[in-house]
């Protein structure tokens, strides 16, 4: 199966990592394979090596809604210049 690779360096805590993200070139784009080599970006935890392999991919379509702020909710930071 033809893929492209999508590579991303960075350096986190003053270690180097490398996160490796392998997509299908057929349109529409599906991933195949994530490589984390350094600080888990996927559950926030530690320093490791994981590989994921997708099974199965399906598209959907995000519901933006549900980020919105409920009106009326004063319990989050608004971001007003000074």
């Known amino acids: 199966m033809p893929v492209y690779k999508l590579r991303r360096t960075a350096t986190v805590y ?9 997509v299908t070139k057929e349109e529409p784009h599906k991933p195949v394979r994530y490589v984390m080599h ?20 399906h598209e959907w379509d995000f519901d933006f ?10 319990n989050y930071v608004k971001n007003d210049p000074i």
């Open 14 to 22: 003053k270690k180097n990592n490398t996160y490796i993200l392998y």
């Open 38 to 57: 350094g600080y888990d970006t996927l559950l926030h935890s530690f320093y490791d090596h994981y590989i994921v392999d997708y099974l199965s991919f």
């Open 65 to 74: 809604n549900v980020m919105k702020i409920p009106n009326g909710n004063q």
